[in-house]
């Protein structure tokens, strides 16, 4: 039974994954471009420029393209990247790390700043903490992140001097041996701890305008969950019992107002993936969403559509795993 | 105090950017402290901040100016252009070089002891073999095509290992200054060529894909490393055979990073962690001249933007062309709108070419009432709409289009401006529409590869056809009287019939059966540092430079 409805769920992220190519490569080569001229330049003849296409493998009509695509897809290749000259796959597989460590950071960041002030915020509702709280949360809800991301480098590299601009790592600076592919990672298991921190440092920007909608969110969603504990009867009887407020607060409430909070999180390393894409083309942080907004002002078909279709397949595979989950928690939803 | 401090400062910075760049150039703050040997270190770099860094290295085949950047770092050709000069070259590869009485065949004595850095010598027949190469590809072989009257195999003789005789095939005076373009005329290492190309059913791949990401010429630099989108690093080149052994401070390393975002290269300016930047905005250039702490070129390029006309609808007519060309504020849009920055357009071809008829030729004013009286003589109705597409991403075209707006709805026109990314605008452009389906007016820029009037206004006005004349001509403008000019100037020597020549052009283009609005000429966008010495500001080397010559004072 639980065997069915697994095969029935993996069945259907496959539908799902053959749809998003078909749609990503429509989408990408019905627009009325033509990467092969853009490469080839101004001063090309249309002769130079059909041997070009062909080459690129851009000739041919849709059906025969999507086919040829579909063939190397499924030996996987993504196929070249007209502007890194590389295989689409190896690029990601470069950039990737920058991408996730730039999201990981941002959302450890948003939880450690913004489940304390919800908390806080709760907790002394109405104080001045609680308005300052909920202000800070609007303006991280209403400023766009590109409106932070210049701000941030205009005070924090150009007025201030505290932080450097683009990249992972100063000039000179060498990577860290790759293991996990995070330098600040990378340069701790190793125990280069200057490069760990000029990892870190030049981390700083990007993640905390990365982080800086979520944290507004995790204000909001952990001071509503916290009030709405605060009034349940068994916070009432914890007090009754004669425990200080604090503890009732971090002992009880705190835990229980988690369970909805923990939910969003789970939605907010998508927002954040998305959100890396404008960060990391304003703040030069040389990841997937760098790479992707470059291949797309340079008509890189197989640049977006592997971007796009790599970002699909990950969410759709966690979607499936936490379909599969509630399927194996509640036996109901099988039926489904 | 100190918190107040901040919090003004933070609120001052709200409020400049919210006006998208600080308006007055704050006096930049203290770098972080160096050791010594960490700024000796960066005096020897060169560091560059760029809108973008597309990263094919190929010379035969990457023509974008960025592209050509990174090739003058490390390949030469022949010759290149004297300085400043647009007329005058000077030797590089060649040693010499002399023409026979009638001008028509060349000989180029070449460099002895010249190396490629794969370790190959430069000779004439690795020469001969980079030039084939170049034309076979076919993106930028137009020059070395032309000049051997597509006959390079023939026409490129090698006499010795360092002499090569140049058969042009007609009489060309102009070849030595033709080859001083950067455009495909740089010369790649035969043995990188042989070891790395690969055939396929009988047909060449010329090594592309290998010369795309690796680099073996004779130029000052190498590369060190490369990271697409991010930077690419460039090292002396310690065989050049310049040398690197005189009093100037040259640069050991040259750093080119891919800032796409305008204020940050304007704050890496400023801060000195950038030493060369686009400034693509009126506003922060001015500032930044303003500072009095870079150089600028206030001399306009050898380029042109345009707005050209499709020859459909009632602009068919040449007297509703000529209305919208009265009906445009020249002086307005040049001084007002972008700043001063550009002048504006005196001739179909840039005002500092030897072939420019300019103000001695006929010259629109901005003048609504003639415009207005034109249209009514053409018979077009009021309210007529007309469309004007433009390539996003170039502030300029955009630009123009909204002052000729303003200038139609004075004469009783509409404009509809419809923006492209420049992908879809090059499709567009560049491809195979009948004209019916074009729009009424495009923005568009070109420049030479040298100057010379064939080779600028054949591809922009020439009628597109088959054997690749009118390659820049995306509005399909035909005018055959305008043909015949141009293809009697491929050949002719004569001044006096030059001149004559150049005259007619101009006259057809203007005014008789106008192209285009020839709307302005531009400046440099480059800022560079004051203590970086060296660049002379040529107007066809546009957006890139001979990093040889360039040193920190």
Request: net charge neutral; hydrophobic share 45%.
């Amino acid at each position: 039974m639980i065997a069915q409805f697994i095969l029935r769920r993996l069945l259907g992220l496959l539908a799902v994954l053959v749809a998003i190519s078909a749609m990503t490569f429509v989408l990408a080569r019905v627009v009325p471009k033509d990467p092969a001229r853009l490469i080839a330049g101004p001063r090309a003849s249309q002769q130079a420029v059909e041997a070009l296409r062909e080459r690129l493998g851009l000739n041919g009509t849709l059906v025969e393209q999507y086919v040829r695509y579909m063939g190397g897809l499924l030996q996987g290749d993504l196929g070249m990247s007209f502007s890194t000259k590389r295989p689409v796959l190896e690029d990601i597989r470069i950039f990737f790390p920058a991408t996730a460590e730039l999201t990981l950071a941002a959302l450890l960041f948003s939880l450690l700043v913004g489940l304390p002030i919800g908390v806080i915020s709760a907790a002394w509702k109405d104080s001045a903490f609680d308005y300052v709280g909920r202000f800070l949360s609007t303006l991280g809800v209403s400023l766009p992140p590109f409106w932070v991301a210049l701000v941030g480098q205009l005070v924090g590299y150009y007025f201030l001097s505290v932080l450097p601009v683009g990249g992972r790592l100063s000039q000179g600076v060498a990577p860290p041996p790759n293991i996990t592919g995070f330098y600040t990672l990378d340069s701790l298991l190793t125990g280069q701890w200057g490069t760990f921190l000029n990892a870190l440092w030049h981390l700083v920007l990007p993640a905390f305008v990365l982080s800086f909608g979520v944290i507004a969110v995790f204000v909001r969603i952990m001071r509503a969950s916290m009030l709405d504990v605060m009034r349940q009867d068994y916070i009432r009887v914890a007090r009754a019992k004669g425990l200080t407020y604090s503890v009732v607060v971090l002992r009880h409430a705190v835990r229980n107002a988690m369970i909805p909070t923990l939910t969003v999180i789970g939605l907010q390393v998508g927002l954040l993936m998305s959100g890396s894409f404008l960060t990391e083309s304003i703040l030069q942080w040389p990841g997937v969403g760098l790479y992707a907004a470059n291949a797309l002002l340079a008509a890189d078909y197989n640049a977006t559509m592997g971007v796009t279709l790599v970002g699909a397949t990950i969410y759709t595979i966690a979607n499936a795993l936490v379909d599969i989950a509630y399927g194996i928690v509640d036996p109901r939803l099988r039926a489904t | 105090m100190k918190s107040q401090s901040f919090f003004a400062l933070v609120a001052s910075a709200i409020v400049l950017s919210a006006c998208g760049a600080p308006q007055a150039a704050p006096q930049p703050a203290a770098p972080a402290a160096t050791a010594p040997a960490a700024s000796a270190e960066r005096a020897r770099t060169l560091i560059l901040a760029m809108p973008s860094l597309p990263v094919n290295l190929d010379p035969g085949v990457a023509t974008s100016g960025a592209e050509n950047m990174l090739h003058r770092a490390l390949y030469e050709g022949l010759v290149n252009f004297k300085g400043a000069s647009t007329t005058e070259v000077e030797p590089v590869l060649a040693e010499s070089f002399e023409p026979n009485a009638d001008r028509s065949v060349w000989t180029f004595k070449l460099r002895r002891g010249v190396k490629f850095t794969d370790g190959a010598d430069f000779n004439a027949e690795a020469l001969k073999i980079g030039y084939k190469r170049m034309v076979d590809i076919g993106l930028l072989g137009n020059t070395i095509n032309r000049f051997t009257s597509g006959d390079v195999e023939n026409n490129l003789v090698v006499k010795d290992e360092y002499t090569l005789e140049w058969r042009c095939g007609f009489s060309c005076p102009d070849l030595p200054l033709a080859l001083g373009t950067a455009y495909g005329t740089f010369v790649v290492s035969p043995k990188a060529l042989k070891e790395n190309e690969k055939i396929e059913n009988g047909k060449s791949d010329h090594a592309m894909p290998w010369f795309e990401r690796n680099a073996a010429g004779t130029g000052p630099y190498m590369i060190e490393s490369l990271k697409p989108n991010e930077e690419i690093v460039f090292v002396r080149n310690p065989n050049y055979w310049r040398g690197w052994g005189d009093d100037k401070q040259r640069f050991e390393r040259i750093i080119i990073r891919n800032v796409p975002e305008p204020s940050t290269r304007r704050q890496l300016l400023e801060r000195g962690d950038a030493d060369i930047s686009l400034i693509t905005t009126v506003e922060d250039y001015k500032a930044l001249r303003a500072t009095g702490r870079f150089q600028g070129s206030d001399k306009p390029l050898f380029r042109i933007n345009y707005i050209v006309f499709t020859k459909r609808g009632v602009l068919k007519d040449p007297r509703v062309r000529q209305a919208i060309a009265y009906a445009f504020d020249y002086e307005g849009y040049a001084n007002n709108v972008e700043g001063g920055l550009m002048r504006r357009g005196t001739s179909p071809w840039p005002s500092g070419m030897r072939s420019a008829v300019g103000t001695r030729g006929f010259q629109y004013t901005y003048d609504p009432e003639k415009a207005r009286a034109l249209l009514k003589e053409a018979g077009v109705p009021e309210g007529t709409e007309l469309t004007y597409m433009y390539a996003t991403g170039y502030g300029y075209y955009e630009r123009m289009g909204l002052v000729l707006q303003a200038g139609l709805e004075q004469i009783g026109l509409k404009l509809r401006l419809e923006e492209r990314d420049e992908a879809a605008f090059n499709d567009i452009f560049y491809g195979n529409r009948p004209v019916e389906e074009l729009p009424d007016m495009m923005g568009y820029a070109w420049w030479p590869d040298y100057d010379d009037f064939y080779n600028y206004v054949n591809p922009v006005f020439h009628t597109r056809n088959e054997q690749n004349d009118g390659l820049g001509n995306g509005a399909r403008y035909s005018n055959p009287e305008l043909d015949a000019l141009i293809q009697q100037s491929k050949f002719e020597t004569d001044p006096a019939k030059l001149k004559a020549i150049y005259e007619r052009a101009h006259q057809i283009l203007m005014f008789e059966d106008p192209a285009a609005i020839y709307v302005a000429e531009p400046q440099e966008e480059i800022l560079i540092v004051n203590s970086v010495k060296g660049h002379p500001w040529n107007p066809i080397h546009v957006k890139t430079f001979d990093f040889y010559s360039l040193y920190r004072e």
